[in-house]
C-alpha cells in the first residue's frame, strides 16, 4: 500500500515569510509525528499526534510553529516569519495503533534565504 | 541532561565482514530502543525494536543488543554487503513519556566497500 507522502518535496522561501508543509499518514494510521533534522543537529522530535488526544507539542521550538492534524489524517505543519535557522529537511511519520515502529515519510527540504 | 551517542560517525569495512555500531545513552531509562536505516535523500526505515527486559533480538543478518547496566546497544549487520551502506540511526523512547516520542542518536554512517 502507499506509504506516507509529503508536500512539497522542496521549499525554497524568502525570511520572514509563511510555509506550510503537509504530511499524509499511511491510511489507518492513529499516530503522526513531525520530525526536523538538521545538518549537525540529528533527527529533533516537533509534535505527536495520537487519535483524538490533546498533541504533545513538547518538542517545537518557538511558538512560529504550529501543527494541525484534520480529520484524524492530514497534518500540516506551519511555520510563520521563518528564519534561516529553520532550514533543515521536515519529516512526517505515522504508526498504527499500538505500535512502537514509525514509518517515515520522504521529508520536505526547506530553505530560508 | 539526556543524552544518546552513536560513538563513531562513519564506520568503514570489507564487504563480508560483521559491521558492529554502538548506541549509549545517559540519564534516560528507556522502555525501549529502535534502530534505523536512512538513506541519503529519504527518511529513515525502521529495522528493529528491542524492549529494556530483552537483552537480544534478531532479523535476518541484523541482531540488536540492549544492554539497561552499561546504558548500551550495539547493532550487528552479519556477512555484510555494500547494500547495506547507509547512516543507521537509533533511538529511544524514555520510560513513561508518550510512546510516539523517539530521541534520535546523530547516526553512524557505515561504508561496505566491495
Given at each position: 500500500g502507499a506509504g506516507v507522502s509529503q508536500s512539497p518535496s522542496n521549499k525554497v522561501t524568502e525570511k520572514g515569510k509563511d510555509v506550510e508543509l503537509r504530511c499524509d499518514p499511511i491510511s489507518g494510521h492513529t499516530a503522526l509525528y513531525w520530525y526536523r533534522q538538521s545538518l549537525g543537529q540529528g533527527?529533533?522530535?516537533?509534535?505527536?499526534?495520537?487519535?483524538?488526544?490533546?498533541?504533545?507539542?513538547?518538542?517545537?521550538?518557538?511558538?512560529?510553529?504550529?501543527?494541525?492534524?484534520?480529520?484524524?489524517?492530514?497534518?500540516?505543519?506551519?511555520?510563520?516569519?521563518?528564519?534561516?535557522?529553520?532550514?533543515?529537511?521536515?519529516?512526517?511519520?505515522?504508526?498504527?495503533?499500538?505500535?512502537?515502529?514509525?514509518?517515515?515519510?520522504p521529508g520536505t527540504r526547506l530553505t530560508v534565504t | 541532561s539526556q543524552k544518546i551517542e552513536q560513538n563513531s560517525e562513519a564506520l568503514n569495512i570489507q564487504e563480508g565482514k560483521t559491521?558492529?555500531?554502538?548506541?549509549?545513552?545517559?540519564?534516560?531509562?528507556?522502555?525501549?530502543?529502535?534502530?534505523?536505516?536512512?538513506?541519503?535523500?529519504?527518511g529513515p526505515v525502521f529495522l528493529l525494536l528491542i524492549r529494556e527486559n530483552e537483552k537480544e533480538k534478531r532479523k535476518e543478518r541484523l541482531k540488536v543488543t540492549f544492554d539497561t547496566t552499561l546504558k548500551q546497544s550495539l547493532f550487528h549487520i552479519t556477512a555484510s554487503q555494500p547494500a547495506d551502506s547507509a547512516t543507521y540511526l537509533c533511538a529511544l523512547v524514555a520510560g513513561g513519556t508518550s510512546y510516539g516520542k523517539l530521541t534520535f542518536g546523530q547516526g553512524t554512517i557505515l561504508t561496505v566497500h566491495p
Open positions: 533527527l529533533e522530535f516537533l509534535i505527536y499526534f495520537q487519535g483524538n488526544s490533546a498533541p504533545d507539542k513538547s518538542g517545537l521550538p518557538s511558538d512560529r510553529f504550529s501543527a494541525e492534524r484534520t480529520g484524524g489524517s492530514v497534518s500540516t505543519l506551519t511555520i510563520q516569519r521563518t528564519q534561516q535557522e529553520d532550514s533543515a529537511v521536515y519529516l512526517c511519520a505515522s504508526s498504527s495503533q499500538g505500535a512502537y515502529e514509525q514509518y517515515f515519510g | 559491521a558492529t555500531l554502538t548506541c549509549n545513552y545517559t540519564n534516560y531509562s528507556p522502555a525501549y530502543l529502535q534502530w534505523y536505516r536512512q538513506d541519503p535523500g529519504r
